[in-house]
């Protein structure tokens, strides 16, 4: 069925929410996913992977090399590694989990358009300011090695925007991961709600 | 109002402080201005002199079918397509959970085929359980006040207006019970429109929506009454169209909202205080027109009429406060008068320090009009990695002490939490400690959550941000919008939102006021009526001076 932005966001964020991600991070899932299925990937099938994946704690280390990023799910490694890039903690990121290269890339597009900045992904992918600029076919099979690109020059997006057309199987396991966001409603919230206590015929 | 101001000409004064104006229960007093949002649309439709046209009217003599109202608009057409149902009265509900209504709408971009209203009548009725496209840029529905409906069709039918009373104390003919945009069931997202200049300011297609179902709410039963009774049949008196607006139930759905853009609340009150400052700063009055506002809102205050208790207090101490405030006319003979009214409401309650606020810009729109150009924003900036624990630490000391306030160790300070209901999807607010649910809670508590930052970054003096949130990326949401805060300083509500005390009314009229709503009528502490568009121009009266209808009074 065909989806709007604003509904495969909201429905990804939440799914993402539901399936015990942290709230900030379960945003940025939600705008990969639609930056994924934007440019024409399975943005859907890459978040329901990740929500499945492993959720623990990223682990760092600081060493010549520069930081290495290990432990959590690929989204929030991509967020560290390009929070600690823009930061300048080091010049490079190499990642440990490179289970989900295209969480890895769509998280990267969107932090990519907010820091301004592009990025290379071994050589695998580069990205500039939320555009994809290059993609091999062969996404990263172990390390992958994160560069920001001082050289990439911002891309004015012209985005024509159409509804996207996801698989109802798929979208039936976002809703069924955001519903465990859900609370069933109380009679004390019904009783509360607009339009309560009211003759409507009035 | 004819004067012209260059831009050398316009000083302000000092804005009002943020802690000050962003407290709940002052943003809960808060009234239309002519910065709100319909008052926006209406004069840029006037300075257009955007013709409506009825295409489509195919309604049997009960009034159930279908219309399509069509208007230019800013070099493209908009079309309200509308459909009116037969409902059982034991089915007639504003409740979100209702399945059925008397009318459903959609705003239609462009000028839609006869397989484009097809399709439409399939999925409009049954709203929520629908399908749309993004043809459609708002979803929305409506119940008559039926009592009042069948009234002004009996009374035009047999040849007389209806009843003052009722036009006066009920003023409209539908309630709307939700409007829904950006990208909800299939709509177009914002992001098609966003870029229309005349569409750029807030909930633009949502105000457009709302004021073409009032001209489908006239035509409507001036229509029954005419099959009722055609050759004696006669049409609603100007002035009694005029003061029937559109009603609106709103719940909670809203509150989050506010919560959840915080740049643009920021751009909302900036522009709102904006404008008060430059008003304050003047020099320049005309008292005659200022005159005729005071007096206007005068008699608006004696029509605002509501059953709940509290409100009712506040309406009674408002008019006290505003006939004593205005007792003589002494503040406009000052150097900078409004600068003067001003201070002469801070003597008086929240309710009557808005409501001057209100008039002042009212009075003062060459010098302020151009502000509603502002009141969007576009992305809302995103977390700034390279900035020190410790500028984050100073800008909690700076900008956030409100948040250090409340101690979350009590349960009256963590009383209540916000989650999305299962049956409607929609937000509501449960009490912590006797209602389920509380760990699905929605992160709207802001001042706890900045409170649980500062005591990580106690351990934490020097380091980076992003280095910080590797090891606690559960702040990454707040030390955002810790960074938001420091820019725009309008941005939070400065208040604990889990509060025993919190009282989401507040929000609700805060953004009503936004659009332009009035006549609150709160029904509990999270949920009020209002009109829309009570007063406003009808479509045949957009033309020059067509914006003059700040807090209307109905005058037979």
Redesign the interface.
């Known amino acids: 069925?065909?989806?709007?932005?604003?509904?495969i966001v909201s429905m990804a964020t939440k799914a993402a929410r539901g399936a015990g991600h942290?709230?900030?991070?379960a945003?940025d899932m939600g705008r990969a996913t639609l930056w994924l299925c934007e440019n024409g990937f399975d943005g859907v099938g890459a978040l329901i992977e990740e929500i499945r994946s492993n959720n623990g704690p990223?682990e760092?280390q600081t060493g010549e090399d520069g930081i290495t990023?290990s432990g959590g799910s690929a989204a929030?490694l991509a967020?560290?590694a390009?929070?600690?890039l823009?930061?300048?903690?080091s010049q490079s990121a190499i990642l440990k989990n490179t289970e989900n290269p295209l969480m890895l890339l769509g998280v990267c597009a969107i932090?990519s358009l907010?820091?301004q900045t592009g990025v290379k992904l071994g050589d695998w992918a580069k990205l500039g300011h939320g555009e994809l600029v290059a993609l091999s076919e062969n996404p990263p099979t172990s390390d992958c090695t994160f560069r920001l690109l001082t050289k990439t020059k911002p891309v004015m997006i012209e985005?024509d925007?159409?509804?996207i057309d996801i698989a109802d199987h798929r979208w039936s396991v976002l809703e069924t991961l955001a519903?465990?966001?859900?609370?069933?409603?109380?009679a004390?919230?019904?009783t509360?709600?607009?339009?309560?206590?009211?003759t409507?015929?009035? | 109002m004819t004067a012209h101001y260059a831009h050398d000409e316009i000083q302000r004064t000092d804005l009002r402080p943020a802690d000050e104006v962003m407290r709940l229960e002052r943003i809960g007093s808060f009234f239309p201005t002519r910065l709100s949002f319909m008052r926006t649309l209406i004069r840029r439709l006037a300075h257009e002199r955007s013709h409506l046209k009825r295409p489509v009217w195919e309604m049997d003599a009960d009034g159930y079918g279908r219309a399509v109202y069509s208007i230019d608009y800013g070099g493209h057409t908009y079309s309200l397509i509308a459909f009116s149902t037969r409902l059982d009265p034991e089915n007639r509900t504003d409740r979100v959970i209702a399945e059925a209504w008397d009318a459903s709408f959609v705003l239609f971009d462009g000028l839609p085929t006869r397989e484009d209203i097809h399709r439409n009548q399939e999925n409009a009725p049954k709203q929520e359980a629908g399908r749309f496209t993004d043809r459609e840029l708002t979803l929305s529905r409506a119940n008559k006040s039926v009592r009042i409906f069948d009234h002004t069709v009996d009374a035009l039918a047999g040849g007389r207006q209806p009843r003052q009373k009722m036009v006066r104390d009920i003023g409209y003919l539908m309630r709307t019970t939700a409007v829904y945009g950006n990208g909800k069931f299939g709509i177009a997202d914002r992001t098609k429109t966003q870029h229309r200049k005349h569409m750029s300011a807030p909930f633009q297609a949502e105000m457009l929506t709302v004021w073409l179902i009032r001209t489908f709410s006239h035509d409507l039963v001036e229509h029954v009454a005419k099959m009722k009774n055609p050759t004696d049949a006669v049409r609603l008196a100007k002035n009694i169209k005029r003061h029937l607006g559109i009603g609106n139930s709103t719940g909670l759905g809203m509150a989050p909202f506010l919560v959840n853009h915080p740049v643009l609340l920021n751009n909302w009150m900036m522009v709102r205080e904006t404008a008060l400052a430059r008003v304050r700063a003047t020099k320049k009055i005309d008292p005659h027109v200022t005159q005729k506002l005071v007096q206007r809102a005068t008699s608006h205050l004696l029509e605002w009429n509501v059953q709940d208790h509290l409100q009712t207090k506040r309406i009674l101490q408002l008019r006290e406060d505003w006939g004593v405030l205005h007792k003589d006319r002494n503040w406009m003979s000052k150097a900078k008068p409004w600068d003067a009214l001003f201070a002469a409401s801070r003597l008086f309650g929240l309710e009557c320090q808005e409501l001057t606020v209100a008039l002042a810009l009212e009075a003062n729109g060459p010098l302020i009009d151009g502000l509603a150009d502002c009141m969007d924003c576009g992305l809302e900036p995103q977390l700034n990695p390279s900035m020190s624990t410790s500028e984050i630490t100073q800008i909690i000391k700076d900008h956030a002490a409100w948040a250090l306030k409340s101690d979350f160790t009590k349960t009256t300070e963590t009383a209540k939490f916000w989650y999305v209901s299962a049956e409607k999807l929609e937000p509501r607010l449960g009490d912590r400690y006797n209602e389920p649910g509380a760990e699905k809670e929605s992160p709207l508590d802001v001042a706890r959550q900045i409170q649980n930052l500062a005591h990580d970054l106690h351990g934490h003096p020097k380091t980076s941000v992003a280095e910080f949130l590797m090891t606690y990326p559960q702040h990454r949401r707040t030390t955002r919008r810790l960074q938001i805060l420091a820019r725009f300083p309008y941005a939070e509500i400065r208040d604990n939102m889990i509060s025993d005390k919190c009282k989401p009314i507040d929000m609700l009229r805060c953004k009503l006021s936004f659009f332009g709503a009035s006549k609150f009528d709160p029904k509990s502490d999270r949920w009020t009526r209002i009109t829309l568009y009570q007063g406003a121009p009808l479509h045949d009266e957009l033309g020059e001076g067509a914006d003059d209808w700040w807090l209307p009074c109905f005058a037979p």
């Open positions: 069925m065909m989806r709007s932005q604003n509904e942290l709230s900030s991070l945003e990223v760092y990023l929030c967020v560290c390009m929070d600690g823009a930061a300048g903690i932090m907010d820091l985005s925007i159409r509804q519903a465990r966001t859900y609370v069933p409603a109380t004390e919230s019904r509360k709600g607009a339009g309560a206590g009211l409507d015929n009035d």
